[in-house]
């Protein structure tokens, strides 16, 4: 691709080419942006490049000799400035093009069997605002045109899923420029929907044995010292506000709070385990450049918890998170995971005797509920090992959300103690747990796992009530006000518009349920009944109505809280 963009756009600069999960891009510095039609350019040279079969060529070279061959190049030469004087520098050739890259490649471009052009986006050199922005065309290539068709269906699916364009045409939730880039504002349906979502999470937090809490939004930078998070995590928070000639800043984290909840009384180890949880919005600053939708915000609110237990408690309280998290999970419609156990890296706090206990927890855990997982060897914080877990969705892509942490950084910073049963002081240990991770990016892979269709007891309006005329409002609002009395979602589009396009609104919507109703179903005390599916059930009473919808319930966490309360 470079070679074909340098043919048409000799004065181009060249940045970095690399492979991506699904593909691969390369950014350009250029005097103006690619078109679609330059794609089309940029692929047909690539695929005669392809046609020639030519071979690529690895060379090693000196440092001075690479600074010379891409003196034209800036970026490359930044590239070679900045590689350890160590470095084998090698390149490589087919026909008249010579690139900078540690390689492997395949042995000659007729192997490439199937390529495709995707699209551009800005990019700023090395991600870095204030360097150039840089042009990147995004690419991806098959071994068989049959799989760049799949994976291209595959896209087109994910694009019309893509949750920033359903949010706005189901009306859940707006960023606006004038309140902040990565500022979410939930509007009324989105509202119905968190609400949902908070109101199973309390309920099912508080069945297993945690005390839920709330936490300012600020605290005083003193608290932020000596959690460590103004030495180490300053960059990811806001400037300060003076207060009363106090340096105070937003939060990035709820653990400082937690702790100072826990240090409020002297414990005792017949207290432990303690699990203290809250929804508790946080803010941390991240560039523009990678902030998308509600997946990558400014501001979310975490379903943060913190257990302080007992050394021989930790591989039982460890086993209850991942048995909250797939059953928090599976009520969202997600049953295949990914696990990961990330252990001890080289830089760490704590005794390498606690860290194997801890380690040995996570392990054990997983085993004995006979789970799959991979290990990062050397991949936990600095200050103790975690599981994360991914959820994969309806196109088959993974998503971070649980994360299961130790901590053995702050109980020392905070000096967190308990009595033990020899009346001595001892340290508890402290286990950081998210299991939706942010309510934002949650929301926001459940719109695309759902491509907006809600299951019925997560959907914002559950039925529409259809007058076909005027007349028949009053029966329709009578009709809306039953299923409202027994506890359902709806509303009655009493708009003078034809009943047809009252119903292709409804199903553009995603509304589980239309109820048409006209004179027949007036004089009967029924309704006829369709589903966004296209499912035309005909005229039901409204006892089967009703039937139908708790039957749809059944087993779904609101049912679970109905049948609670």
Known sequence: MADAVIQLFPEAKVGIGPPTADGFYYDFEVDRPFTPEDLERIEAL???????????????????????MFSAQPFKQEIIDDLPDETTLSIYRHGAFTDLCQGPHVDSTGEI????????????????????????????????????DAHLERLAEAERRDHRTLGRQLNLFTVHEEIGPGLILWHPKGGVMRSLIEDYWRDIHYRKGYSIVYSPHIGRARLWQTSGHLDFYRESMY????????????????????IQIYRSALRSYRELPMRIAELGTVYRYERSGVLHGMMRVRGFTQDDAHIFCLPDQVA???GD??????EIMAAFGFDEYDIMLSTRPEKYVGEPDTWDHATESLREALVSRQLSYGIDDGGGAFYGPKIDIKIKDALGRDWQCTTVQFDFNLPERFDLTFQDDQG??????????????????????????????????????????IPIADRHIEYAQQVSTELQDAGFRVEVDDRSERMNLKIRQAQLQKTPYMLVVGDRESEAGAAAVRTRDG????????SDVLERLESDLEGTPVSKLRSRR
């Not at 991600?127 to 068989?144: H, W």
């Not at 400037?239 to 937690?258: G, R, S, T, V």
């Not at 949650?442 to 759902?450: A, I």
């Open 46 to 68: 690539m695929l005669e490049t392809i046609n020639t079969n030519a071979s690529f060529i690895r060379e090693e070279l000196g440092r001075d000799a690479a600074q010379a």
């Open 113 to 148: 069997a199937a390529v495709k052009l995707l699209h551009t986006a800005g990019a700023y050199w090395r991600g870095d605002e204030k360097r150039p922005m840089l042009q990147r065309i995004y690419g991806t290539a098959f071994e068989s045109q049959q799989e760049l």
């Open 239 to 258: 400037a300060p506000m003076e207060i009363d000639e106090q340096e105070y800043f937003l939060k990035p984290m709820n653990c400082p709070f937690h």
């Open 316 to 318: 039982s309280e460890v």
């Open 321 to 326: 998170v991942l048995d909250l998290t797939f």
């Open 424 to 465: 001595n002081r001892s340290r508890p240990y402290m286990v950081h747990r998210a299991i939706l991770g942010s309510l934002e990016r949650f929301f926001g892979v459940l719109v695309e796992h759902y491509a907006g269709a809600f299951p019925l007891w997560l959907a914002p309006v559950q039925a529409v009530v």
């Open 535 to 542: 499912e035309d059930l005909g005229a039901l009473p409204m």
